[in-house]
């Protein structure tokens, strides 16, 4: 298994570009989810999934896009890049939706200029 | 009021001492609690699972204090391979969003 994979690893982007993070999980695991970490502020979720066709807003959605066409797969679009969306970006998978362990990916930092 | 706080540290400590730290939460309806590890610039991974009555891993205690609304983690035998940033996580009963605390710096030095 490889887990919980991301790409890309590291990112620059123009401020209004947009760009897909990608994120997929071989666990056939229902619970998908992504957060942002910032210096001093711990992770925030972003938007999560709990099966296939069904996504919700996390704390922070704003400026942010996702689809669940799949159990594998969970995309996070940045529909227009902006410097406050500098961060490093973290997708989780869980088997469970009740707060059992979360898998994360290895993340993708990006720089929004 | 933040639903997860932590002392950030850093705590600095010699090898072979006990460390220990705090997190408190805000919602009383908290049902699920777990201390996550995060090494610098990886992703965090779950180190242990907080239960009611308290529960050890190794050199590792975790306990929770439900009147006063903290958890605790206490590492015993301190080594240089537990320098890392220690994640409190809180869940709330058929809620599927975590929280996360900003996270407790753990230094050990030789």
């Known amino acids: 298994n490889a887990g919980v994979t991301q790409t890309p690893k590291f990112q620059v982007l123009k401020t209004g570009q947009s760009m897909t993070l990608q994120c997929a999980q071989d666990m056939n695991h229902e619970y998908m989810s992504w957060y942002r970490q910032d210096p001093g502020m711990g992770l925030r979720l972003i938007h999560y999934?709990?099966?296939?066709?069904?996504?919700d807003q996390g704390e922070v959605p704003n400026g942010y896009n996702v689809s669940r066409s799949t159990t594998e797969d969970f995309p996070l679009r940045l529909l227009s890049a902006a410097p406050s969306q500098t961060s490093v970006y973290f997708c989780?998978?869980?088997?469970?939706?009740?707060?059992?362990?979360?898998?994360f990916g290895p993340g993708t930092r990006l720089l929004v200029l | 009021r933040k639903e997860v706080e932590q002392d950030p540290g850093p705590f600095n400590v010699p090898e072979g001492a006990t460390v220990a730290f705090n997190c408190t939460y805000s919602?009383?309806?908290?049902?699920?609690f777990f201390w996550y590890r995060q090494d610098c610039r990886k992703e965090p991974k779950l180190l242990m699972s907080v239960y009611s009555s308290g529960n050890e891993d190794g050199r590792f205690t975790a306990q929770l204090n439900r009147a006063s609304q903290y958890i605790s983690l206490l590492i015993r035998d301190s080594k240089l391979s537990d320098s890392a940033t220690y994640l409190c996580?809180?869940?709330?009963?058929?809620?599927?969003?975590?929280?996360f605390g900003a996270g407790t710096t753990v230094t050990v030095r030789a």
């Open positions: 919602n009383s309806a908290s049902q699920s």
């Open positions: 996580v809180v869940n709330t009963f058929n809620d599927y969003k975590l929280s």
């Open positions: 999934s709990v099966g296939a066709g069904i996504t």
């Open positions: 989780a998978s869980s088997p469970g939706l009740s707060g059992e362990t979360q898998y």
